[in-house]
């Protein structure tokens, strides 16, 4: 477990883990801004796109970018907000104020993006196959989650 945890504070990811009386664990990962936006630049997965910036404030993010457009002239401006909360033991994404070139973005491809966001930060963050999360906060810097994995010590 050493191991692991060494691995994980080299990389775009810190970790602290802390044992509870009943012994379980809880843990904390702190993911970097540009970590965040490695991961929804990996969420929208459009190859198209060549410029992406992340405003993180206190509970949400601003993303700003721009794609090539198909017909190969020109760009499109896309923009959106980001907000995070956990439901059900999981990150969920809420992507909101979504305009494309002006124009509201369709649900459908926001719908996407909430998803598949949801599922890039998650893995990013989640270290253990067994947690949970309870927790989740974003800050002008950094993105934190908190996770409960429970134990053979724990259930027994």
Not at 40 to 64: C, E, H, R, S
Request: charged content about 30%; aromatic content about 6%; hydrophobic content about 45%.
């Amino acid at each position: 477990m050493l191991v692991a945890a060494f691995a994980l504070v080299t990389g775009a990811c810190s970790i602290d883990v802390e044992r509870n009386a009943d012994g379980s664990l809880e843990i904390e990962t702190v993911l970097t801004e540009e970590s965040v936006k490695n991961e929804i630049a990996k969420g929208i997965d459009d190859p198209q796109v060549n410029f992406l910036t992340i405003d993180m404030k206190p509970g949400y993010a601003l993303v700003d970018m721009e794609r090539d457009r198909d017909s190969g002239i020109g760009v499109d401006a896309i923009s959106f907000r980001v907000d995070l909360r956990v439901e059900d033991g999981h990150l969920a994404v809420d992507v909101t104020e979504a305009v494309w070139n002006d124009f509201p973005i369709p649900q459908e491809l926001v719908d996407i993006w909430n998803e598949e966001i949801a599922a890039d930060l998650e893995a990013e963050g989640k270290k253990d196959p067994d947690s949970t999360l309870v927790a989740v906060s974003l800050s002008e810097d950094a993105l934190t989650m908190q996770w409960h994995v429970e134990t053979a010590q724990s259930q027994g």
